[in-house]
C-alpha cells in the first residue's frame, strides 16, 4: 500500500530529515549562513521528502484513474495547503523551510519570476507533469484555488469543504479570472484606500537620497517605499517609486488588505458569539439537570 504523508508543523518536516541518512543535494550558502551548516541540510531534506512523497501521492492518484474523484485531489491540496502554512511565521523551522524550498527548486531547475507566489511554487513543485502545456494550466488553476482560500483565511483543516462548497477548483479560478461588473474598480479602491492609510503609521524612514530629492509641494503626497521581504521577516528598502499609476495600485492593494482583514474579524466574532452560545446551552442543561436532580430527591 502507498504511503501517504503526514504533516502537522514545520519542526515535523524538519525533523522527517533524520529518517534520511544522506543529502545529495547541498543548501544555498544563504541557508548555511543563516541557519548552520546542519539545520539547513535537516531542513532542505525534510522539505525535499515532503515535496517528493506528495510529488508520488499524485502520480499515484492520476494512475489509479481516480481523476473525477474530487475528494482524493482535495486531500492532495490540503497536504499542499499545511506545507505552506507550516512555512508561515517568524520562527526558526519556517525561516528555514522556506530557503530549502528555494534550494529544492533550484535543485530541480525550475525558473520563476521573483514576485511568484509560495503556494505557486509548492504546486508546481507537486503537480508539474510531463505535459508542460497541460502541467501550467492545472498548476495555476490549484495554486489559485489555494491562494483563494488563503484570501478567505480558511483553515488546514476546513480547505476541502471550501473547495467543495464554491464548486470546486475550475469555478475559483473563473471567479479569479471574470469578476463581477459590479465589484469594485481599482480606482475606487485607490481612493479608498488613500482615505483609510492616513489612520496607519508604522514608523518613519528617512535618507540621505530622499532629502535630496524631496520638494516642498510634494508633502502629503503618497510615495511607495519598494523593498524586498528577508527570510528573517524583515525588509529590505531600495527605492522610493512616486509615479502616480504604482501609487494608486499599491492603495488599492491596501484597501483589498483592509476588507480581507475586516472579514476575518467578523468571522471571528462570529465564531465567538457560535462558542459563547454553545458554552451558555451546555451550562444551561447542566443547571437543569442539577434542578431536576435535587427535586426528584
Known amino acids: 500500500m502507498q504511503n501517504t504523508l503526514v504533516i502537522s508543523s514545520a519542526q515535523d518536516i524538519v525533523n522527517s530529515a533524520a529518517q534520511q541518512k544522506t543529502v545529495?543535494?547541498?543548501p544555498s550558502a544563504e541557508n548555511l549562513g543563516s541557519?548552520?551548516?546542519?539545520?539547513?541540510?535537516?531542513?532542505?531534506?525534510?522539505?525535499?521528502?515532503?515535496?517528493?512523497?506528495?510529488?508520488?501521492?499524485?502520480?499515484?492518484?492520476?494512475?489509479?484513474?481516480?481523476?473525477?474523484?474530487?475528494?482524493?485531489?482535495?486531500?492532495?491540496?490540503?497536504?499542499?495547503?499545511?506545507?505552506?502554512?507550516?512555512?508561515?511565521?517568524?520562527s526558526e523551522e519556517a525561516k528555514a523551510l522556506r530557503l530549502a524550498l528555494k534550494?529544492?527548486?533550484?535543485?530541480?531547475?525550475?525558473?520563476?519570476?521573483?514576485?511568484?507566489?509560495?503556494?505557486?511554487?509548492?504546486?508546481?513543485?507537486?503537480?508539474?507533469?510531463?505535459?508542460?502545456?497541460?502541467?501550467?494550466?492545472?498548476?495555476?488553476?490549484?495554486?489559485?484555488?489555494l491562494r483563494s482560500a488563503l484570501g478567505k483565511a480558511i483553515s488546514v483543516e476546513g480547505l476541502p469543504k471550501f473547495l467543495s462548497e464554491a464548486g470546486g477548483v475550475e469555478a475559483l479560478r473563473a471567479a479569479a479570472a471574470g469578476r463581477a461588473s459590479n465589484a469594485t474598480t481599482p480606482q475606487q479602491k485607490a481612493l479608498l484606500g488613500a482615505q483609510s492609510v492616513k489612520v496607519e503609521v508604522l514608523g518613519t524612514f528617512k535618507h540621505a537620497v530622499t532629502a535630496e530629492n524631496f520638494d516642498i509641494g510634494k508633502a502629503d503626497q503618497h510615495v511607495v517605499l519598494l523593498g524586498t521581504w528577508q527570510h528573517d521577516g524583515s525588509i529590505t528598502l531600495r527605492t522610493v517609486v512616486e509615479g502616480k499609476?504604482?501609487?494608486?495600485?499599491?492603495?488599492?492593494?491596501?484597501?483589498?488588505?483592509?476588507?480581507?482583514?475586516?472579514?476575518?474579524?467578523?468571522?471571528?466574532?462570529?465564531?465567538?458569539?457560535?462558542?459563547?452560545?454553545?458554552?451558555?446551552?451546555?451550562?444551561?442543561?447542566?443547571?437543569?439537570?442539577?434542578?431536576?436532580?435535587?427535586?426528584?430527591?
Not at 521573483?114 to 495555476?140: A, L, Q, W, Y
Open 103 to 145: 534550494d529544492y527548486f533550484a535543485s530541480k531547475g525550475y525558473q520563476y519570476r521573483p514576485s511568484s507566489h509560495t503556494m505557486n511554487k509548492i504546486v508546481r513543485c507537486v503537480f508539474s507533469g510531463h505535459d508542460e502545456k497541460v502541467g501550467k494550466h492545472r498548476v495555476s488553476s490549484y495554486a489559485i484555488a
Open 24 to 26: 545529495n543535494s547541498q
Open 35 to 90: 541557519a548552520g551548516a546542519l539545520a539547513a541540510n535537516k531542513a532542505f531534506a525534510g522539505m525535499r521528502k515532503a515535496i517528493d512523497q506528495l510529488a508520488v501521492e499524485r502520480e499515484v492518484w492520476e494512475n489509479t484513474k481516480v481523476l473525477a474523484a474530487n475528494d482524493h485531489l482535495y486531500l492532495l491540496l490540503q497536504k499542499c495547503y499545511r506545507l505552506y502554512k507550516c512555512m508561515e511565521g517568524a
Open 245 to 297: 499609476g504604482a501609487v494608486a495600485a499599491a492603495l488599492a492593494c491596501y484597501h483589498s488588505k483592509l476588507k480581507t482583514e475586516e472579514k476575518k474579524q467578523i468571522a471571528a466574532k462570529e465564531q465567538a458569539l457560535i462558542q459563547a452560545a454553545t458554552e451558555d446551552a451546555v451550562k444551561t442543561a447542566a443547571n437543569e439537570a442539577h434542578l431536576t436532580q435535587i427535586m426528584n430527591g
